[in-house]
């Protein structure tokens, strides 16, 4: 799995954007994907994950409702739509590839985008 994430910029807050990851590696689809951030100053945290089997997704609490991840195994591509951004959601993301089932836990990714970053200006 070798992931490049894109689609970042700056936005307005309110505004919508969506983030796109690509493997062009192999297994893309034997690996559960998920989206981190990290904003200036903090720590990375979970965004939302997919799993790989039976495409559950998950969502940190303040993105449920505003963010929606999906996937499609034929594009080796795992998307984030973020709607009605707020400038709390500024931070540079990273997506990140791991097998076995998703988790909101870093360390259960084994293979990391480069990041792209999101400016959401209020």
């Known amino acids: 799995v070798q992931l490049q994430a894109s689609g970042g910029g700056l936005v307005q807050a309110g505004d919508s954007l969506r983030l796109s990851c690509t493997d062009s590696g192999r297994d893309f689809s034997r690996h559960s994907m998920g989206w981190f951030r990290q904003a200036p100053g903090k720590e990375r945290e979970f965004v939302a994950a997919?799993?790989?089997?039976?495409?559950?997704?998950f969502y940190e609490d303040s993105v449920r409702g505003r963010f929606t991840i999906s996937r499609d195994n034929a594009k080796k591509t795992v998307w984030l739509q973020m709607s009605s951004l707020k400038p709390e959601d500024t931070g540079i993301y990273y997506c990140a590839a791991g097998v076995g089932g998703a988790s909101y836990y870093a360390r259960y990714y084994q293979s990391w985008g480069q990041g792209t970053l999101v400016t959401v200006s209020s």
């Open positions: 997919i799993s790989w089997s039976d495409l559950r997704t």
